[in-house]
């Protein structure tokens, strides 16, 4: 019987990132997970250091990949081959932390609203200075998926993508949509938020 909640990372040479991002979720309060970690030909010490790990910790499952591709086409791998199997999904990049209670807590939410994905409040972080939530609108139940359409619209803030927890079909069937189009300017992240806004509730 698979695990409640699958979990998928792309890495492609994360070895200064990954550890830190594995062990993150490793140290969840709530344990009922597996994830899968796909490798995009990394040329570093990435596999390395997943690989000590993995050989520590059953729930962690490595997948070698056999040529270099772009990262919409490396997590629709995740999804359709591995994720699709739990009733719960996150997809997390190489360079991501959880707060430890974070899987608990949004699962709680999702298994008890009227919701398809629940995301939290975060940061993002960069070489100079970091951002905070409160400079993005909020993808919510209570505005309806019109405004949370308009708010995309205005803001195009897709981080969410990286920050919820899924109910695993949603994330499947809006991932048949997050793949660039060709002479788009209208790219693969903006693809999936406007399909997946319009179609399920946050």
């Known amino acids: 019987m698979s695990a409640e909640i699958g979990i998928g990372i792309n890495v492609w040479n994360g070895e200064k990132t990954?550890?830190?991002?594995?062990?993150?979720?490793?140290?969840?309060?709530?344990?009922?997970?597996?994830?899968?970690?796909?490798?995009?030909?990394?040329?570093?010490?990435t596999v390395n250091i997943i690989k000590k790990i993995k050989n520590k910790k059953n729930k962690?499952?490595?997948?070698?990949?056999?040529?270099?591709r772009d990262i919409p086409s490396s997590q629709?791998?995740?999804?359709?081959?591995?994720i699709i199997r739990h009733k719960y999904s996150m997809i997390v990049n190489d360079d991501d932390y959880y707060h430890p209670q974070f899987i608990k807590?949004?699962?709680?939410?999702?298994?008890?609203?009227?919701?398809?994905m629940v995301y939290c409040l975060y940061k993002i972080f960069d070489d100079k200075k970091s951002f905070n939530t409160k400079n993005y609108?909020?993808?919510?139940?209570k505005n309806g998926k019109?405004?949370?359409?308009?708010?995309?619209?205005?803001?195009?803030?897709?981080?969410?993508?990286?920050f919820g927890l899924y109910k695993t079909?949603?994330?499947?069937?809006?991932?048949?949509?997050?793949?660039?189009?060709?002479?788009?300017k209208f790219n693969?992240?903006?693809?999936?938020m406007l399909h997946y806004l319009s179609n399920n509730n946050i």
């Open 18 to 45: 990954i550890k830190r991002a594995i062990n993150s979720i490793l140290k969840q309060t709530y344990k009922n997970f597996t994830i899968y970690i796909l490798d995009n030909k990394s040329t570093d010490n």
């Open 60 to 68: 962690i499952k490595l997948i070698i990949d056999n040529k270099r």
């Open 76 to 82: 629709r791998i995740l999804v359709n081959k591995f």
């Open 105 to 116: 807590e949004c699962l709680n939410v999702l298994k008890n609203k009227n919701i398809n």
């Open 137 to 141: 609108p909020e993808y919510t139940l």
């Open 146 to 162: 019109f405004i949370n359409i308009v708010n995309f619209l205005i803001h195009r803030n897709i981080v969410p993508i990286f």
């Open 169 to 184: 079909k949603t994330l499947y069937d809006s991932f048949k949509y997050y793949k660039p189009i060709s002479r788009s």
């Open 188 to 192: 693969y992240d903006n693809q999936f």
